[in-house]
């Protein structure tokens, strides 16, 4: 054993959940990660996801041999050290990697209960804490896509991200016009890592080709793919927040960002600044409960409202993407990773939406759907069971009279039981647009539960899914 | 006929000026000494008195513009960046002085510049080389490294710039991105290992 988590967890906090988890590791863990070269290549991204994947099994090996040994005290703090260890280590891989694999890292980040907590905590930090890159490079950046240096443009522009993603960074700046904006820059060759991401992924999936699903599967795999690469087009996030922005107005405490066309490109992003704070800072401040639910409200009705006028899915609902501010407003950002529905798709919305209501006949209907099968007799009845506890477990919620509590611990444990049984039952197969509702659906009570909030649910589905509804 | 020094002057710049066009549009596989002996209207002979050959005369556009890019770099210049960041700015500022040549810089770094080269000896060429060296050395010297750089340093350092600048050349990437990435990595590799050895050297002479 060459690992020894101890002594890998020694210079972190002594308790990740009273302090802001693993920051002194992290900061180290940037600081060497900062002077590794991004590796482009094909076959070095390939070994480096192994050795990522080795070091985590080594981390969770040494917990398992150690705590033979130990007592019950010293087994549970041994098991949070096995955890924090593996989450830096996988943290330090992905932010190396920076590509599609951050996003995976982002995904699984979200999920509360499906990871134990401080390797959560610590996977969150993705949203807000990749290496960043210096203003040289910022500068050289700019001047390709906008054609002079950030200084001629903006009359102000902070050399220094305020705030980093998986695909790039995001400055303060002010226009020459007096107005202040939020301008994010992606970084450099992060499509070709994405690309370079998916074809190392779909060779750890070849041995599958030969199993009942696999057309299925691949189907989903290159619709994943084609998703996360019209992430690095920031002209389609443009139209995407352009799009949202028209489905609200003052009155609803909801503000999608404005685009400043003359400044952005596909590479670059200028939009209004909102001045708001993430999930984090907010819950630092113990907001009252009502607070709470304000802003959970805002959120649902912020995702069902873009759905039900514009006919977009918000499919990225993690921390990073939501800010709260002062006055009580909810700053609804980051439109990359959206879907817009076919008419196809729209019409599967809708009966998945009026099943919810009709109950299990067209519930089971639309689940034959959702496999992209023709009839319940091909679907496995296992399956069938699976899929339909999920949609009560999302849908119930718009049933439900009066505020529906999304602190709910067996709420969530519910929703992640059902999550770990499709995985280890490997129920797969799913039309390729369920992934992005899925993760949405998940995404989306991850952050309420977090927040504690209550939320009229069955209210706002009266509300804001009329056309889905119609 | 005695030619005076502003004559001669004048050619020499004729014939820089119009080689200039020829490689860019040309470049400088398909540029014979013949072409720009006749665009500039001297004998072929006549442009031997000026240049050895026609990579001297692209060597010597390249040195002509790197100074260029040493102004702007200068100009541009930002206090309290750290040494890959300035040194990343200092070789973009020269990339992008040559961003018109930039179809014959390869052919140029491969004959006249590469390491492996025997004809890496031109005046032009040492003269780019010496040039920016001691501005990488008047670098180091700000941000605390302490003395020369050491043989070892430069050499490093110098198959690096060389490389950046011949991937550059061939960089297919929507404008030329990729290099921005090999640049910054390279430089902070660079850059590391000479803080690892400072450090160490440090530590031996504690001992």
Redesign the interface.
Known sequence: MTLDVGELVAALPDDGRTESPSNAALQEMLSKL?????P?GSLTRFWILGTMQAKIAAAYLAYWIRSSYATADEKQRQRNEAHLAAAVKLLGGMSYLRGAIMKVGQLLGAYPKVMPELFMETLSKLHFEAPP?????I???M???LGC?PEDVFDEFE?RAFAAASLGQVHRARLRSGERVAVKVQY??IA?TIRSDFRNMKALLAPMRLTANWENLREQFDDMRQTLVRETDYESEAAFLRKARTCFEDGDQIVVPRVFDAYSTKRVLTMEYIDGVHLDDFLATHPPQSRRDHFGTLMMKATFRVCDRSRLWYSDPHPGNFLFCDDGRLGFIDFGCCREFNDDEWDYMRECTEAVYKGEDALEHAVVRAMDRQSVDQVDPGHMRCAIDVAHWVDDCLLHDGPFDFGSEEYIERGVALVTESVRKHYLRSMPLNNWLFRSFLGLRAILYRLRARVDMKHIGDTELRSVRE | MRVTAKAREATRNRILRVSRKLFSEKGLNDTTTRDIAQSAEIATGTLFNYFPNKESVAMTIIAERLDHGEDEFRR?R?TG??L???L??YV?AGI?ALEPFRRFVGPVIETMMSPFSKASSSEACERVRVSHMETVGELLREQGEAGDPSFVAVHLYWTLYLGALSFWSNDE?P????T??LL???L??FV?SLTNNSARAEKNDDA
């Not at chain 1, 900062?34 to 991004?38: A, L, N």
């Not at chain 1, 890159?133 to 490079?137: D, E, G, K, N, Q």
């Open positions: 900062s002077h590794k070269p991004v482009v890159m210096h203003y040289a490079l500068r050289e950046h001047r390709n896509e240096d050399t450099p060759n070709a | 541009r930002r960046e750290s890959d960041e300035t990343f700015a973009m992008r990437s404008n030329q991105e990729d921005l990435v910054d990595q390279s902070r590799l590391t």
